[in-house]
T-cell receptor, first 111, second 115 residues
C-alpha cells in the first residue's frame, strides 16, 4: 500500500537548537499536513500545505511542500521544552480524502 | 468550541468483557473518524462516518468491533468480547463543515487496557 517515509524516527536535541524533519512518498499528493501529538493527547494540526513549493510558517515552525509533490519538511527554530512530542506528517488521498500517516518523529530535549 | 470529547479517558477491563468507547464530535462537523494507536502499528483508521453514515469500515479488525453514530453529536465504538491485543489508545476525530478534506480535529483518546 501507499506509505510515507518519515525521518528521523527520533531526535535528541539541546534546548535552543533548530530541528528539521522530513517526509517523503513514492506517489504524488496534493495536500500535506503536519501534526504534533503531546503525551496523553490526540494529534493537533500544526500546518497544512496545499500548493507545491509552498513555504508556510506558524510561529517558530516552518513547513515546505516539495515542488515534486512527493515530499515535505518541517523545521522548528530555537527549540524549547514544550516542543517535545511526536510530530506526524500526513497526506490526503485525492480518491477518498482519507489520510495516510507517517510513523512519526519523536522529539526529545536533552536536560 | 469544546473540541472533540471522548470518554472514558482510561478503561481497564478483563478479557471477554464488553467495552464501549464514546465520542462527541465538534458541533457542525459532518465527518467522524475512529483511529487506534499502538507502538507497533502507529495510527490506524478503523472506520469513518459522513453525515452519520458509515462510509468505510475496512479498517475494523474483526467482527468483535462495531461502531455506531445514531446522531450528528454522538458515536460509539464497541468491542465485544475484548481481548488483550485490543489494548491501545483509541482516538475519535471529526472534520469538515461541508467539505471532505478539511483537517482532522482529534479528541484526547481513550487508553484501553485489556488484561
Amino acid at each position: 500500500g501507499q506509505q510515507l517515509n518519515q525521518s528521523p524516527q527520533s531526535m535528541f536535541i539541546q534546548e535552543g537548537e533548530d530541528v528539521s524533519m522530513n517526509c517523503t512518498s513514492s506517489s504524488i499528493f496534493n495536500t500535506w499536513l503536519w501534526y504534533k501529538q503531546d503525551p496523553g493527547e490526540g494529534p493537533v494540526l500544526l500546518i497544512a500545505l496545499y500548493k507545491a513549493g509552498e513555504l508556510t510558517s506558524n510561529g517558530r515552525l516552518t513547513a515546505q511542500f516539495g515542488i515534486t509533490r512527493k515530499d515535505s519538511f518541517l523545521n522548528i527554530s530555537a527549540s524549547i521544552p514544550s516542543d517535545v512530542g511526536i510530530y506526524f506528517c500526513a497526506v490526503v488521498m485525492d480518491s477518498n480524502y482519507q489520510l495516510i500517516w507517517g510513523a512519526g518523529t519523536k522529539l526529545i530535549i536533552k536536560p | 468550541d469544546a473540541g472533540v470529547i471522548q470518554s472514558p479517558r482510561h478503561e481497564v477491563t478483563e478479557m471477554g468483557q464488553e467495552v464501549t468507547l464514546r465520542c462527541k464530535p465538534i458541533s457542525g462537523h459532518n465527518s467522524l473518524f475512529w483511529y487506534r494507536q499502538t507502538m507497533m502499528r502507529g495510527l490506524e483508521l478503523l472506520i469513518y462516518f459522513n453525515n452519520n453514515v458509515p462510509i468505510d469500515d475496512s479498517g475494523m479488525p474483526e467482527d468483535r468491533f462495531s461502531a455506531k453514530m445514531p446522531n450528528a453529536s454522538f458515536s460509539t465504538l464497541k468491542i465485544q468480547p475484548s481481548e488483550p491485543r485490543d489494548s491501545a489508545v483509541y482516538f475519535c476525530a471529526s472534520s469538515g463543515r461541508g467539505t471532505y478534506n478539511s483537517p482532522l480535529h482529534f479528541g484526547n483518546g481513550t487508553r484501553l487496557t485489556v488484561t
